[in-house]
Nanobody, 121 residues
Framework: QVQLVESGGGLVQPGGSLRLSCAASGSIFSINAMGWYRQAPGKQRELVATITSSGSTNYADSVKGRFTIFRDNAKNTMYLQMNSLNPEDTAVYYC???????????????WGQGTQVTVSS
């Protein structure tokens, strides 16, 4: 009924930048909080950043000052601008969103399929 699709991942050199996108589609009535998570090989999935429907943000300490999360509510899309990337940022990045489906009074969390970010020289 609803789908989240990430894009924008790829290979980048240390110090470089990437912008990830997460587009929500389907029978969406409203989108509440959204977030980016990442999972490196052999590690647990960890929070990167979150953003509420009103634009309040929260970041992991490891990305503060380098990453910026923002959203375009008119397009049901969230972004993650990543600057000053380093090899420790290499991971699969996932987006999630708490969404209310049209015709339902309940909200559920959906996840995207993930996009690979590799930081290497």
């Amino acid at each position: 009924q609803v789908q989240l699709v990430e894009s924008g991942g790829g290979l980048v050199q240390p110090g470089g930048s990437l912008r990830l996108s997460c587009a929500a589609s389907g029978s969406i009535f409203s989108i509440n909080a959204m977030g980016w998570y990442r999972q490196a090989p052999g590690k647990q999935r960890e929070l990167v950043a979150t953003i509420t429907s009103s634009g309040s943000t929260n970041y992991a300490d490891s990305v503060k000052g380098r990453f910026t999360i923002f959203r375009d509510n008119a397009k049901n899309t969230m972004y993650l601008q990543m600057n000053s990337l380093n090899p420790e940022d290499t991971a699969v990045y996932y987006c999630n969103a708490n969404m209310r489906i049209t015709g339902s009074f309940l909200s559920n969390v959906s996840w995207g399929q993930g996009t690979q970010v590799t930081v290497s020289s």
